[in-house]
């Protein structure tokens, strides 16, 4: 069993207060925090270790290669894949998603072939799509998730045609929370001879995470939801797709030779990384790898699964307090409006007046907002650090802020407004 209060001591950040209360940080699923592990390995990396990379015969240089590049095995290992040659770094899930669109759809869309995507997708994996839906045609069928945001494999499957050249889906909503099945999706697509991406930003952060068993052929990891450095990231592309890929950035590193008529590409990984890469976030993202499986993804998804039930209990006794997709299963996270309260940001304003950070808006996901008939919510989400007591703090802060609200006093930041 994961011993939170030791989880705690790892993450320096904290231990700080702020607006004279002490931190409770409940925005994991916007950026998690760091642990000491990965502060040490990127302090480590500046003062000891830097030099450019793949580049250099010096000691340096050779140093600061293996170290970037022992990553690639950490990542396989974390995610199940079989080679580090499917392991490509990217600066997050939305680096590598825009590489797929890039390299894999492009060029073998054509006019009036489709991509199907849930309608719960973060604008990372909307957005991409859409350009090529503006610059080549491709028409883009959405698959909706139901009333409470569960993604029905059945439905993802009943919208292949054989004009169908990719699906994309979210392996967990980072709106309400859901996980989707992606191994069902997987097995369907495969029948049918049809690619699937899976953007695992928020899915990879809570469970233990198996690409050979989910069976997809694309897996988006973004770091800094990892506990590791931002502009880290990587995704996996499965060996036989890797090869048939052009590459998509032209550079240093990408090639095998150059001349001046023409240019040959080096193999997958580095087919897909050109110029000087983000060295000391990658070997930082290696580090809070080690520290996730050191800890084991069991243990943080037991932890999480209490932190949630603990939530559901908690914000569910809370009159006018509607959860976007109800309570039932879902991660470690709750979007939530207020019926005779604040409007969002002015009670995340009110949290963090109280120390409590969360996040409100639209979570750069407006159609599923727009879906449950709202332009904006507050978001909790919670981490391996994250503590029962910051989730009573929490219930008892929207608790107060709303009888502040019906009683016409909105406290900000300890003031009256
Ligand atoms: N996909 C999902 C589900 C996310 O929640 C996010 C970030 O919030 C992303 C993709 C984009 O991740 P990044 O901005 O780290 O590339």
């Given at each position: 069993m994961l011993d939170v209060t030791a989880v705690r001591k790892?993450?320096?950040?904290?231990?700080r207060e702020v607006n004279g209360h002490p931190l409770a940080y409940l925005d994991t699923a916007s950026s998690a925090q760091k642990p000491g592990a990965v502060i040490d390995a990127v302090t480590r990396a500046y003062t000891e270790e830097y030099a450019n990379v793949h580049r250099g015969l010096h000691t340096l240089s050779a140093i600061a290669t293996e170290r970037y590049e022992s990553v690639r095995g950490v990542i396989a290992r974390f995610i199940g894949a079989s080679s580090e040659e499917e392991i490509v770094f990217t600066g997050g899930a939305t680096e590598g998603i825009n590489l797929v669109a890039h390299s894999w759809a492009a060029p073998r869309l054509r006019l009036g072939d489709e991509i199907i995507l849930s309608t719960m997708e973060h604008h990372a994996n909307i957005v991409p799509w859409h350009f090529l839906r503006e610059r080549q045609g491709a028409v883009l069928k959405w698959v909706p998730c139901d009333a409470e945001g569960w993604l029905d494999p059945q439905a993802v499957m009943d919208a292949v045609t054989p004009r169908t050249r990719l699906i994309a889906v979210t392996h967990m909503s980072n709106v309400v929370g859901t996980l989707t099945d992606v191994a069902a999706i997987c097995r369907g697509a495969r029948e049918r001879g049809v690619p699937v991406l899976v953007d695992?930003?928020?899915?990879?952060?809570?469970a233990p995470v198996d690409v050979e068993e989910i069976g997809c052929d694309f897996y988006a990891l973004t770091g800094h939801k990892l506990y590791g450095p931002s502009a880290s990231g990587a995704l996996y592309i499965r060996a036989d797709r890797a090869r048939e890929m052009r590459p998509w950035k032209g550079g240093g590193d990408m090639i095998r030779d150059v001349t001046l008529e023409e240019v040959s590409y080096a193999a997958p990984p580095l087919r897909f990384e050109a110029g000087t890469p983000a060295i000391v976030p990658q070997i930082g993202f290696g580090a809070a790898l080690g520290y996730l499986m050191d800890i084991g993804m069991e243990a943080i998804r037991a932890h999480e699964t209490r932190l949630r039930d603990h939530a559901a209990d908690r914000l569910g006794r809370l009159e006018g307090l509607r959860i976007i997709g109800g309570l039932r299963g879902r991660g470690p996270l709750f979007a939530f409006t207020l019926e005779r309260g604040p409007a969002p940001a002015a009670l995340a304003l009110a949290l963090d007046a109280a120390g409590i950070a969360v996040r409100s808006g639209s979570f750069c996901s407006r159609p599923v907002n727009r879906q449950f008939g709202i332009e904006a919510s507050c978001r909790a989400s919670f981490g391996l650090y994250t503590a029962t007591s910051e989730i009573d703090r929490l219930a008892e802060v929207i608790a107060e802020s709303c009888e502040d609200f019906r009683q016409g006093r909105t406290a900000i930041a300890g003031g009256l407004m």
């Open positions: 790892d993450f320096p950040i904290l231990s695992g930003a928020q899915g990879a952060v809570h």
